[in-house]
Every structure is written in C-alpha cells, then in structure tokens.
C-alpha cells in the first residue's frame, strides 16, 4: 500500500515538473532565459535589420594601426558590438583596389576584417567566427552590397548576412559600415549544417588573391595561370585548378580535387548537369545577379567576386561584392546598362552559359526571373533603407561623398531600377531584344535611360573605382 503511495507522490511531482518546464519555455523571454535554438545566434542580433548597430573598437595604438593597414597584418584589439565586449579579437583591414582606392585619397576609412577567434581559438560572437566591416567605397548610395544580399537571400540563394552599423573608435565617431557576415566555417555551418562541402574563393590574375592568411594548402602557388577562374574545363591535372585548391576556405583533399575536375569536366560539357550543379539555386543566382548589372564579377572581364560551394560534387555560387553594381563598374551608357540582356549565353562563363544551351533551363530562368519581379519591391527595399540609414549618413564624419551626393544617388539608383524592372519585363514578354546581338539591330524598343547618369550613383574621384568605358558594359571576356 505504501509503495502505491509513494508512485501517486512521484507521478504528481513528475506532472507538476512537466508544468513549470513548459511554462517556463513559454514564457522563457519574459524572464530572461534564451533559447538554445539557432535564432539564438548572431543572425538574430548584429544581424538584426531593424536598426543600426554600433561597434566600437577600442584599440590603444590605432593611429599606428592605420598607418600600417596595407600590410593587412591582423593586430590585437576590443571589439564592443551593441554594448559587449570581446577582448583580444584580431582586426585587420581588408580589399585589394579598394585598400589602395582609400590610401591614394588620403582617407583612413579603410574596410576592415574582424577575426574573433585569431589570439584565442574559443572567442566567436554567438558562433560567427569572422565579420567584415565594409566601408561603402565606390557607392554613393550606401545601399548596393546591401540590396543585392538580402534579394539573393529572399529569393533562396545562400548568401552573407549583413547590417548597417556605426563604428566608433576608443569611443570617436569613425563612420557608417556595412556589417557583412564573413563566409567561413560560420556561414557553412548556418546555410548547410555540420556536415558541409567545401568553400572556394577564386580570383582571377587582373585582382589581387585576398584572404592568405585564411586559405588551405598554399603550399605551391602558381600565379601565372587564372583561366579557372571561369571555371572552364582545362584538363585532368590537380595543379591546373590551384587557383581554387590554393584559395580553399576548406580542408582539400586529393578526392575532393579529384571530384571537382570531374564536375568541371561535366559542367563544360554539358553532360551530367543536375548532378554537377544546384541547378535551382545557380538560376535563382542568376536571376538577381544579372538583375543588379554587376561588371565587377562572374560575368564581368575579370571573372571574379564569387564564392563557389561544392558538396557531393553538385557546384553552386555563393554572391559577393557588389558594391560597384547597378551598372556603376561599368560606368557609360545609361540606356545601356538599363537594358543590359536577360539572355546572354557568354562565352568562357560555363557556370551561367548552361541555362541558355538547354531550353527547359532556360524556361526555368524565365519563370524565375517572372517570380522574382513578382515579389520583389525593389523600390520600397530603397526607400526602407534609406529611412533606416539616411540620418546616420548624414552624420557619417568619414564618408567618401557629400550628403547632397548621397541624396541624388539614392534618387538614381530609384530610377535604375524603375526602368530595369520595365526592361526585363519587355525582354522576357519578347517587346525588347533580350540578347547584345538583337538589340545592337533594333534599339528602337529600349527603355530610355538618357535622363539619368549612373556615374551619380559612384564616387568617380576615389581611383579604382568603375571600369570600362562607354558601350562596354556587356562586354565580357571571349565575348
């Protein structure tokens, strides 16, 4: 009899546990207690949209810091974000024309990386192991990397997390950045679990490879050779793709390279093709990217700013750098550059080439290139940041363009994208040519952009800056 009675005691106890844990969950906010889910981490605080944050850096020789920032040799420092502290982080500057852009002005806003865990291997910020400090050269609106992230991600690409922040320096004004989220094991993590693929880097030879502290197996580095950077097939030799195995963010492995060239292989053949590459989100990619008319990438001279994801052998690209888009690289004919080509299949671009070799991919463009102008506002996304930024701007002691600068290229780039939006509209229902081929014959149905100037949208004075000049906006190499 007694044993029955101490089971009711335990039961009792046990229902009465089960009640102040799930009031507790319920109300867990309200008391003070964080959720260990992943919304507990950085993605829901630096990265928080909804306002500017502030970093301060509290650093006793900064003076000499930024008088040796082009060595980008990491230093010790204290990072507060949003009033925490992280002491003994390393802080660097970062770029590579755009460093020299901000020396040649004379300027000290160098862009700048920050490293949390590079003195002590357990220092992260709410898991992010490493955060960009973009100092918005080139852009007068203050708004293109900004833009161009969070479309990518609404419309299902992998892409950085990023903010608007203030950083001040041992507690002085310094400027406004923009907070980028540092594509390492971090972002890997956050986008595809522990059990990620490898991470790439490339650059091509016209562009100065960064990130060397931070790559894998540089053990041999030929610099002579970049045509990988096109991701162009070139043989069966590991040491012919050391552009990408030397700039690995991720441990490589001889059966990685192995299953890379294989890809590669199947990629410029056009065989293979769902198994070799994410053929959704390389569309959606696409779609955003030509959209923003970025010169300065993938599909421009250069071949760079891209982040390549391989897991599996299945390749997909991962956006960056976009703060010379919007037709700004490129700086010449507005006209041009406002109905730049949805449907350029461009030569030694094997990564985007694809959709246009293979009609069912190219109706899959179209359809999401249909459901991107659906349900993307790109006019209200302008006019919410720039509610959000424009007082800051004002403000901002550093910038590289007056506050009336600013004020007109935020009026520019509103009316870009009104006529791009009219363009692709026209290309994709046939009205306007959508290849470089047809409307060099027929002009006549182009959106007139004549009424505004792009290069009102980019500080031409800072050097490094854009690119080609008139009529060379499409024009890519092998084109």
């Not at 059966?255 to 990629?267: A, E, N, Q």
Request: proline fraction near 2%; hydrophobic fraction near 30%; aromatic fraction near 12%.
């Amino acid at each position: 009899m007694s044993t029955h009675k101490w089971m009711d005691k335990i039961c009792i106890a046990a229902i009465l546990l089960a009640l102040i844990v799930t009031v507790i969950f319920m109300n867990g906010k309200n008391i003070g207690i964080v959720s260990a889910t992943k919304t507990s981490g950085y993605e829901d605080r630096l990265f928080d949209n909804s306002r500017v944050h502030n970093i301060d850096i509290v650093m006793q020789d900064w003076d000499k810091f930024i008088t040796s920032c082009t060595d980008k040799k990491y230093s010790p420092c204290t990072a507060v974000i949003d009033g925490k502290k992280y002491a003994n982080v390393g802080i660097r500057a970062k770029g590579s024309s755009s460093l020299e852009g901000v020396t040649e002005t004379g300027s000290s806003r160098y862009s700048f990386k920050i490293k949390f865990n590079q003195y002590e291997k357990a220092t992260n910020y709410y898991g992010l192991d490493k955060l960009s400090l973009n100092n918005i050269i080139y852009d007068n609106t203050y708004m293109m990397d900004y833009l161009t992230y969070q479309m990518m991600r609404d419309f299902g690409v992998s892409s950085p997390l990023c903010s608007y922040t203030t950083i001040t320096v041992n507690g002085k004004k310094w400027g406004v950045y923009l907070a980028v989220e540092g594509l390492e094991k971090s972002f890997l993590k956050r986008n595809y679990g522990s059990n990620h693929g490898n991470l790439y880097k490339p650059e091509s030879s016209a562009v100065e490879v960064e990130n060397a502290e931070n790559t894998v197996n540089q053990d041999e580095s030929d610099e002579s050779s970049f045509a990988d950077a096109n991701l162009q097939y070139i043989d069966e030799n590991p040491d012919s793709y050391s552009l990408f195995f030397n700039n690995a963010k991720t441990k490589i492995k001889a059966k990685d390279k192995k299953r890379f060239i294989s890809s590669i292989k199947d990629l410029n053949n056009g065989t293979n093709l769902e198994n070799v590459i994410d053929v959704e989100k390389v569309i959606r990619y696409f779609v955003v990217h030509n959209f923003v008319v970025n010169g300065d990438s993938y599909t421009g001279e250069s071949a760079h700013n891209y982040y390549l994801y391989e897991k599996g052998g299945k390749l997909t690209m991962i956006p960056w750098d976009y703060n010379m888009s919007f037709g700004t690289f490129d700086v010449g004919d507005s006209t041009t550059a406002v109905n730049t080509p949805i449907n350029d299949a461009l030569n030694n671009r094997p990564m985007q080439s694809w959709i246009f070799q293979n009609e069912k991919y190219t109706k899959m463009y179209h359809k999401y290139y249909n459901e991107f102008l659906d349900s993307t506002d790109i006019i209200k996304r302008i006019e919410d940041t720039k509610e959000l930024i424009e007082s800051y701007v004002e403000k901002d002691p550093s910038k590289f363009c007056t506050y009336e600068e600013y004020q007109k290229a935020v009026r520019v780039l509103n009316s870009f994208c009104n006529l791009r939006v009219k363009s692709i509209q026209g290309q994709l229902n046939g009205t306007i040519p959508s290849t470089s081929e047809g409307q060099k014959m027929d002009r006549t149905s182009l959106i007139d952009a004549s009424g505004i100037n792009i290069s009102d949208m980019q500080d031409k004075k800072i050097p490094g800056g854009g690119g080609a000049g008139d009529n060379e906006l499409n024009t890519v190499a092998g084109k």
